[in-house]
């Protein structure tokens, strides 16, 4: 898995499908408005989802809010970031704080 560190969230927009957030509400209970947070995190670990990405490239974000690491699964469309799912994973929190605690920010 690669990791980047490469997002600015100052001039960023986020985009989603209404639908898919309501269902992501109701299976991990975090709605996409509350997962953008995850990419103010100034410690934040911006990964490929090499697994999903058979039509087109898709990241995963970790992030802290509201206490606990958030996993945001995305994909960038021209200057839009498109939220695809989100929820509180402990995976995305090993590879937070193994990635934070290595001091490998590039």
């Known amino acids: 898995m690669g990791y980047c560190y490469s ?3 100052a001039k960023t927009r986020f985009d ?3 639908d ?8 991990h209970g975090v709605s996409f408005s509350r ?7 100034p410690q934040r670990v911006i ?7 058979q039509t087109e490239e898709r990241f995963y974000c970790f992030g802290e809010v509201d206490g606990g690491v958030l ?7 021209a200057s839009v970031i498109r939220i695809i ?3 509180y994973w402990c995976k995305g929190k090993a590879i937070h704080e193994c990635e934070n605690e ?3 920010f590039r």
Do not use: I
Not at 35 to 41: E, K, L, V
């Open 20 to 27: 898919k957030d309501a269902g992501n509400q109701g299976k």
């Open 71 to 77: 996993t945001v699964r995305f994909t960038c469309r």
């Open 102 to 104: 290595q001091g490998e």
């Open 47 to 53: 990964a490929n989802d090499e697994t999903h990405s």
């Open 16 to 18: 989603w499908d209404p």
């Open 35 to 41: 997962a953008q947070y995850a990419f103010a995190d």
């Open 7 to 9: 997002v600015s969230r």
């Open 85 to 87: 799912g989100a929820g």
